[in-house]
């Protein structure tokens, strides 16, 4: 089993920017994939970035390019969301994921290991 606990979420204004993190532990050397996903109430849950686990190649939905930054640290444990320049309509719970499936996918259904998820709130 692989273990995802999610961490940094909070209160900011607009423009502000937050970095979440989430600790990854457990069999991780099943892991091909990572991702941030974000669900807003009323909502589906959408992807927000997603990372090749061992290169840490990145690919990121257009909608979402330009203020969303995933990345992890060189051991492995830890991934981070970099967001800059929050909106209100950001404002969401953001989960991290972890698959062991080929290819990386966008579809939230595509992964297996999920974390608790953080409160994001943007106010104007």
């Known amino acids: 089993q692989v273990q995802l606990v999610e961490s940094g979420g909070g209160s900011v204004q607009t423009g502000d920017s937050l970095r979440l993190s989430c600790a990854v532990s457990?069999?991780?050397?099943?892991?091909?994939?990572t991702g941030w996903f974000r669900q807003a109430p009323g909502k589906e849950r959408e992807p927000v970035a997603t990372m090749y686990w061992n290169s840490g190649n990145t690919r990121t939905p257009d909608s979402m390019k330009g203020r969303f930054t995933i990345s992890r640290d060189n051991t492995k444990t830890t991934m981070y969301l970099q967001m800059n320049n929050l909106q209100p309509e950001d404002t969401a719970v953001y989960y991290c994921?972890?698959?062991?499936?080929?290819?990386?996918?966008?579809?939230?259904?595509?992964?297996?290991?999920w974390g608790q998820g953080t409160q994001v709130t943007v106010s104007s």
């Open positions: 994921a972890a698959t062991r499936n080929y290819p990386l996918t966008y579809g939230p259904g595509d992964y297996a290991y």
């Open positions: 457990g069999r991780t050397s099943v892991i091909y994939g």
